[in-house]
C-alpha cells in the first residue's frame, strides 16, 4: 500500500502542471513581493512629500517676508522666529506640532523648542542639505518625541519636514525650518493605501499564476497522454522484437535443419556414387583387360575415359561427403577441413589457429565453417592456381572469423556470384549459408593480387 502510494505520489511531483505550480509560484511570490514594496514605497514617497509640501507652503504663509541682514547674515528676522514660535507653541498648529528647530548652513541651531539648543553646532544631515539646495524634504517615521514637551507622546507616527526660508527679493534661502508634525490621519492613510496596492498586486499575480496553471495543466495533461501513448507504442515495439527474434530463430533453425538435410542427401548420394558408380566402372575397366583385347586407339580411348570418368566420380564423392562433426570441436573441424585438402589436392594450405583452447558450437556453425573452407580452398587451388594457401581462425567477443588467404592470380568477384556447375557451393551459396546463422561472407580480390575470404559467424547461446 505504501508502494502503491509513493508511487502516485511520485507521478504526481512528476507531473508538469505540479512542477509550475511549485516553481512558478515561488517565482510568482518573489516578483509579487517585489511588485508591492516597489508600488508601496513609491506611494509613500508620493504622500509624505505632498504632505510635507503642504505643510511648508502653510508655514511659508505665516512668516512676513524676509531679505537678508545689513550685514549679509543669512538668517530669519526676529520677527519671523516670533511668528514661528507662537505659532509651533501658542497657537494652532501647537496641537499637531512636537518639535521645531531653525538651522543656518552651517548647520547652528538659531532657535529651537528647546532654548538649550540654540546656539548649538551640528553635522548637516542630508534631509537639511537638502533643504539649503532649496527643495522641501520630508520623512514619515515613528520617533520619540521630546519628553519635556508639553504635547509629548512617545512612539506616535510623526512627519518630519524641512522648509527652506527664502529671501523675497533674490529667492536666496536664508535658513531652514525643520519640525516634526504628528501624522496619525497620514499613517492610516498610508496603511491603506500598503492594503489596497498589496491587494491589487496579490490579485494581479494570482489570476495571472492561476491563468498560466491552467494552461500548463491542459499541456501537462496532453503530454501525459502522448507520454502514455508511446509507453504504449513502445512496449508493443518490444513485443514485436521479441516476436520478430523468435521468428527469426525460428526460420533460421528452419533453414539449418534444410541444410542439414541437404547434407545428409549429398552425403548418401556421394557414398552412392563411391561405393555404386565408382565401383561398377572399376570392374568395367577389370573386365576389359581381363578380355584381352589388343592393342587399339579405341581400346586407349575406352580406357582413359573410364579413368576419367572414375576420377571425377569420387572428386564428386570426395567434395559431397563430410569428416563425423559432431566429435569435432570448431578447431579440430577447421583443421580437418584444410587436412583433406591438402591430401585432395597435393597442396600445402597451412593452418593457423588464433583461438584460446576449444570452441564448442552446434552443428550448423562447424558444417558452415568446414564447407567455407573446402570451398575457399578448393578455389584457390584449382583456379587462382596459388603457390600459397593460409588459414587462420579466430574466436573473439562471440564471433568466430574464418580468414583464408592465397597469392593467386585473383578475380573480379561480381563476375562469379552464383551457383557452380560442378556440384561446388560456389560464393552466393556461402553467402546465403552464413546469413542463415546471422553471419557474413566477405570476399577481396583483384585481378593479380590474390584473394582473401572471410567467414564471420556469431557464437548463439545455443550454439554451446
Request: aromatic share 6%; with cysteine.
Amino acid at each position: 500500500m505504501m508502494t502503491a502510494k509513493s508511487h502516485r505520489i511520485g507521478r504526481i511531483l512528476r507531473s508538469l502542471s505540479v512542477q509550475f505550480l511549485l516553481a512558478g509560484g515561488v517565482v510568482l511570490l518573489v516578483g509579487a513581493y517585489a511588485v508591492g514594496t516597489w508600488v508601496t514605497d513609491r506611494i509613500e514617497r508620493g504622500v509624505v512629500q505632498n504632505s510635507g509640501a503642504s505643510a511648508a507652503l502653510y508655514i511659508e504663509s505665516l512668516l512676513p517676508n524676509q531679505t537678508r541682514g545689513a550685514e549679509g547674515s543669512a538668517s530669519v528676522s526676529e520677527d519671523a522666529q516670533l511668528v514661528l514660535r507662537q505659532a509651533f507653541q501658542e497657537g494652532i498648529l501647537s496641537e499637531r506640532v512636537v518639535t521645531y528647530t531653525i538651522w543656518s548652513e552651517t548647520g547652528e541651531v538659531l532657535d529651537s523648542f528647546r532654548p538649550d539648543q540654540r546656539g548649538l553646532q551640528y553635522e548637516p544631515s542630508e534631509a537639511l542639505l537638502q533643504a539649503w539646495a532649496g527643495d522641501v524634504a520630508s520623512r514619515f517615521q515613528t520617533l520619540q518625541a521630546q519628553a519635556d514637551h508639553p504635547e509629548a507622546t512617545v512612539g506616535v507616527p510623526l512627519l518630519e519636514v524641512y522648509v527652506p526660508i527664502r529671501d523675497a527679493n533674490t529667492g536666496e534661502v536664508l535658513a531652514v525650518v525643520e519640525f516634526y508634525q504628528r501624522a496619525e490621519p497620514l499613517a492610516e492613510e498610508l496603511a491603506k493605501a500598503r492594503r489596497e496596492s498589496w491587494t491589487l498586486v496579490a490579485r494581479i499575480f494570482g489570476l495571472s499564476g492561476a491563468f498560466l496553471f491552467v494552461i500548463v495543466h491542459a499541456g501537462s495533461r496532453l503530454i501525459e497522454r502522448q507520454r502514455e501513448q508511446l509507453r504504449s507504442q513502445l512496449l508493443e515495439s518490444h513485443e514485436l522484437s521479441k516476436n520478430n527474434d523468435a521468428l527469426r530463430k525460428r526460420v533460421s533453425q528452419a533453414a539449418q535443419r534444410s541444410t542439414a538435410q541437404s547434407e545428409k542427401i549429398m552425403q548418401r548420394i556421394g557414398q552412392d556414387l563411391h561405393d555404386g558408380v565408382a565401383q561398377h566402372l572399376s570392374l568395367v575397366s577389370l573386365r576389359l583387360e581381363g578380355a584381352g583385347l589388343g592393342p587399339s586407339k579405341d581400346a586407349e580411348t575406352i580406357m582413359q575415359s573410364l579413368k576419367n570418368a572414375m576420377k571425377e566420380l569420387r572428386e564428386i564423392s570426395r567434395g559431397l561427403s563430410l569428416p563425423d562433426l559432431a566429435t569435432l570441436d570448431l578447431r579440430e573441424c577447421a583443421a580437418q577441413a584444410v587436412t583433406e585438402h591438402n591430401k585432395a589436392h597435393e597442396s600445402n594450405a597451412q593452418f593457423v589457429d588464433q583461438s584460446v583452447g576449444s570452441v564448442h558450437v552446434n552443428d550448423a556453425t562447424k558444417l558452415c565453417v568446414y564447407r567455407f573452407l573446402q570451398e575457399s580452398l578448393s578455389n584457390a587451388a584449382r583456379h587462382a592456381i596459388a603457390s600459397s594457401i593460409t588459414v587462420e581462425l579466430n574466436v573473439e567477443d562471440d564471433w568466430i572469423d574464418v580468414l583464408v588467404s592465397d597469392n593467386g592470380r585473383g578475380f573480379a568477384p561480381d563476375e562469379l556470384l552464383g551457383v557452380r556447375d560442378d556440384g561446388g557451393q560456389g560464393l552466393l551459396g556461402l553467402s546465403d549459408r552464413a546469413a542463415t546463422l546471422g553471419g557474413a561472407f566477405v570476399i577481396a580480390s583483384h585481378p593479380g593480387n590474390g584473394t582473401q575470404a572471410r567467414l564471420r559467424l556469431p557464437i548463439w547461446e545455443d550454439n554451446a
